[in-house]
């Protein structure tokens, strides 16, 4: 028996369709407990569960998380490597309850450069998962918002020049339609933990109108009433996209 919707917020708080998290602080979050920094990216893997569950009950239908950036791979080869395997057991470990609980899994991002054990793991959880209705679960994995963006520059460029599209034909519908999330929704709720306030190449096109709530707790300490919590800020928020608040009528 799943629980209604909204259990956990203000039951006439307008619930945003897609949320965006950035999950930070899982390194801040170890060194504070003088762990090794891995540790807290295994928190983190079940903060990321207990976030999915808990964006399944709240009605979330689209839920983007931020697990590997296409500028990570500045890191040291060990955490790169703690990363990759994380990913991997994070797949073989939750696909069957992920999929039994009708969440699709997407991944965006480069998957060239990643090692072809992991990118049958990624192709295997996508089509095992496509006819689920439920949440969709997007993973940003290897994801990199300019690098998006530039690929879809360079798939309109080669359009262009085959002569299959005019220079002029060239608006925003035609980029939106050419990045990895076209069939996506736009973010309307962006979250980042760890009290940093930036975007780090997330989302970049996508959050134009999105909303953004900064949470003061470390990644591996967020759990459902976090996420409520920041529901409820979006709530209180007046979302214009460019226009005016309507004036009420005397
Ligand atoms: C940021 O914390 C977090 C990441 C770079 C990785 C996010 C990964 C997980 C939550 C777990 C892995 C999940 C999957 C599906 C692979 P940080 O290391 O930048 O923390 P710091 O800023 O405190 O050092």
Redesign the pocket.
Known sequence: MHAPPTEGVDASVRVPVHVGII???????ATARHLP?AE??RR??E??RRCVRAARELGIRFLTVY??SSE?WSRPAAEIAE?MG??RF?IRNDLAELHASNVRVRVIGERANLSADIVSLLNEAEAMTRANSGLTLV?A?NYGGRQEIAAAAAAIAADVAAGRMKPEDVDVDAISTRLQTTDIPDPDLIIRT?GEQRLSNFLLWQSAYAEFVFLPL??PDFDKASLCGALEEFARRERRFGGVTPCPVP
């Open positions: 999950m930070d602080g899982n390194g801040r979050w920094r807290g990216h983190g893997v903060a990321l697990s590997f990570n990363l994380l990913l994070f993973v994995f760890s470390n990644w």
